[in-house]
């Protein structure tokens, strides 16, 4: 079964603080992506990657970058967290092939104080 | 992008089965449809997923509609493990997104 790891599954930060949040997965996924889902507002993607180095914005980018140095692993880093980006944080990889499903992780909840 | 309807919310009784459905009219002739499904505090798990044809797996079953404006996913014998928030999605081509809509809740009563 296809592994998605989250570092952690609960994390409080406080504004101002730069975040990173960590994903792995063990199946060689070509792509991954960042979500975060917030009540009435579902899952929104913030940035995905493509292959190793590459990145594109999702929808919702601002405020946030993200770094893939290896295949395996996609992070996500708040540059100054703020208090609206306290939120669910969800993790998937795919295969690079066009309607492969996604895997998520198990997400990690943040909370910026 | 193609847009989904589900209901907001089922109920199902223990044992029986559940017909969830999803309307996707916009649907391109080369998106696949995809189904997750989300329990509390956890991320969205991957529950099958096709084209034009029915599938199966051991989780379900996927009725999609010959004109392929719809589609249901059938659970055979609903547990209280499967409660939970059922997201149909259209897998668009040539994009890389994923458009979760809002899902319908299944309630499962023992």
């Known amino acids: 079964d296809v592994k998605v790891t989250q570092s952690s599954r609960y994390l409080v930060k406080r504004t101002g603080e730069k975040v990173f949040l960590e994903c792995v997965q063990d199946?060689?996924?070509?792509?991954m992506f960042w979500y975060r889902q917030d009540p009435g507002l579902g899952l929104r993607l913030i940035y995905f990657s493509y292959d190793v180095k590459m990145k594109e914005k999702g929808d919702i980018p601002e405020g946030y970058s993200v770094s893939r140095e290896k295949k395996e692993r996609f992070s996500l880093i708040l540059e100054s967290a703020s208090t609206n980006q306290t939120s669910m944080y969800l993790c998937?990889?795919?295969?690079?092939?066009?309607?492969?499903?996604?895997?998520f992780g198990d997400g990690t909840r943040l909370s910026i104080l | 992008d193609a847009k989904t309807t589900q209901p907001n919310s089922m109920e199902s009784n223990e044992e029986e089965p559940v017909h969830l459905p999803c309307n996707h009219s916009?649907?391109?002739?080369?998106?696949?449809i995809h189904w997750y499904r989300q329990l509390p505090s956890q991320g969205p798990e991957y529950v099958i997923h096709g084209l034009t044809s029915n599938v199966n797996n051991r989780m379900a079953s996927l009725a999609i509609a010959e004109d392929r404006k719809s589609s249901t996913l059938i659970l055979h014998r609903a547990t209280l493990r499967d409660a939970a928030v059922y997201y149909c999605?259209?897998?668009?081509?040539?994009?890389?997104?994923?458009?979760f809509g809002t899902g319908t809740r299944l309630k499962v009563l023992a």
């Open positions: 916009t649907i391109s002739g080369t998106d696949y």
């Open positions: 199946m060689d996924h070509e792509n």
């Open positions: 999605i259209p897998d668009t081509s040539g994009t890389y997104k994923y458009i």
């Open positions: 998937a990889s795919r295969q690079g092939h066009l309607n492969q499903p996604q895997h």
